[in-house]
């Protein structure tokens, strides 16, 4: 090959071969895809469909993609990974995280570190995140305006550095005074936000159309007030119907889905009405928006366990002193509707709305929705399946069958007994390649 370089060589191969003494090995030799033939032996498998678990199976996987799943032999094909005293799953899905944001007030954090040190940061959280048993991860807008967890998601992405499978928004739109505007500056100070602040029709749509052009797979919409950030009410529907119509008129024809952060019941009715294809939080709705879920296929992620940690683990934090109110009043009632939605049939996912808080603890989300009147297998389902067809990624991940790609973690004991188990992944698999855990 060197001797290629220095005598003849086709003008494509000597460029990439340029290329990759300056850049090192290509993208490809670095992507998170195995090869070869490893059958993993799993004492037990939830397979993020079937409604029981099977027992002592086999999962053979050639070239980082799972080919068959039955039961296990002695002779099995390639490298046996043995967790015949464990139980595997598919690659927990995150389906609403901020992993730049580390600390309480981060609407102030935000404008303390470039976005250069948040990428860096963020790139720690997910790596964090995988190792946890998060193989892919929704991020829906984040603490830095220049788009650092996008790039993040890209670096990943080219194999430049191992992490889960990204997807996201570069901002959260928010109007004037909403749940992304610094509310707490006097009028004087010019600061940019930490959430994108867009008003009006014309204005939202191009909006839309500047997301897209730097790389955003969602447009994240808050079409309510917030929990966490000052001077707005989370019960307050926020943008005008029209603007919502525009904002995913303008999405679905450029091909990007919506999600929409809406805690008000009218928030959530005029998402719905316009055409978001999933809703986050959901804390005050109704009963004709649990309707309007179920009738019209949107998913649900309520995003419980952010307001229980900060409850219990920080409830003196003066920057998350709303939230822990918020979280007194309207707890039980949150759980309650999020209860009555499951009953009624809707697509309700798992988003941890991952904070800063400690990466192991996002999977408590599961328990939560336990309480709210999931089985723990719902629950598991609903990490897993039901998360990788809010995403459209039902044909990559999300059960551990043949053809997709082999995302699947592994614990000690019973999670379905336990959810807490789940808190201790003791094995990850990213398309065929294992994943230290430690
Ligand atoms: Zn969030």
């Keep these: 090959m060197k001797r290629a370089t220095t005598t003849s060589c086709l003008i494509v191969a000597c460029l990439a071969l340029a ?20 059958t993993l032996r799993c004492g037990t498998l939830i397979d993020g469909r079937s409604a029981a678990p099977k027992r002592d199976v ?19 094909a390639g490298t046996v990974i043995d967790h015949s005293q464990d139980t595997c799953l598919p690659g927990l899905i995150d389906a609403h995280a901020h992993v730049l944001i580390k600390t309480d007030d981060y609407q102030v954090d935000h404008l303390r570190r470039s976005s250069a040190y948040k990428a860096l940061r963020g790139l720690a959280v997910v790596q964090e995140m995988l190792r946890s048993g998060w193989t892919t991860v929704r991020i829906l ?30 901002h959260y739109f928010s109007i004037t005074g909403g749940g992304g505007d610094l509310n707490f500056l006097g009028p004087e100070h010019q ?63 450029l091909g990007v889905p919506v999600a929409a952060h809406a805690h008000s019941a009218a928030g959530i009715r005029a998402s719905i009405l316009a055409g978001a294809r999933t809703i986050e939080h959901g804390t005050f709705i ?59 049939g809707v697509h309700v996912g798992v988003g941890t709305d991952y904070v800063g808080f400690p990466v192991k603890q996002g999977v408590r989300e599961l328990g939560l929705l336990v309480e709210a009147g999931m089985t723990p297998m719902q629950a598991i389902q609903a990490a897993t399946r039901v998360n990788a067809e ?16 082999a995302d699947i973690i592994a614990v000690p004991g019973d999670p379905l007994h336990d959810l807490s188990m789940l808190e201790k992944v003791s094995f990850v698999m990213l398309g065929g390649r294992e994943i230290a855990t430690q």
């Design 141 to 170: 807008g984040d603490a830095d305006v220049a788009y650092a967890h996008l790039d993040v998601r890209t670096a990943i992405q080219e194999g430049l550095f191992i992490g889960p499978r990204l997807t996201g928004a570069g």
């Design 191 to 253: 600061v940019v936000a930490d959430g994108l602040v867009v008003d009006g029709v014309d204005a939202v749509r191009k909006a839309v159309r500047e997301e897209i052009k730097r790389g955003s797979d969602w447009i994240k919409v808050l079409a309510s007030g917030a929990m966490m950030s000052a001077g707005n009410d989370p019960n307050r529907a926020h943008f005008s119907p029209d603007e919502l119509a525009a904002i995913v008129d303008e999405a679905s024809r």
């Design 286 to 344: 109704d009963d004709e928006g649990i309707r309007l879920l179920q009738e019209k296929g949107v998913y649900l992620v309520p995003t419980l366990y952010v307001g229980d940690y900060y409850l219990n683990e920080q409830p003196g934090s003066e920057a998350q002193a709303k939230l822990n109110e918020l979280t007194r009043q309207y707890r039980a009632q949150h759980i309650a509707a999020v209860g009555k939605a499951i009953k009624a």
């Design 390 to 405: 809010l995403l459209g990624w039902q044909d990559r991940v999300g059960t551990v069958e043949a053809g997709k790609l």
């Design 58 to 76: 086999a999962i053979r996987i050639e070239d980082g993609r799972i080919v068959a799943v039955g039961a296990f032999a002695p002779g099995a």
């Design 19 to 38: 290329w990759s003494a300056h850049a090192g090995p290509a993208p490809e030799k670095l992507a998170p895809s195995a090869t070869g033939v490893t």
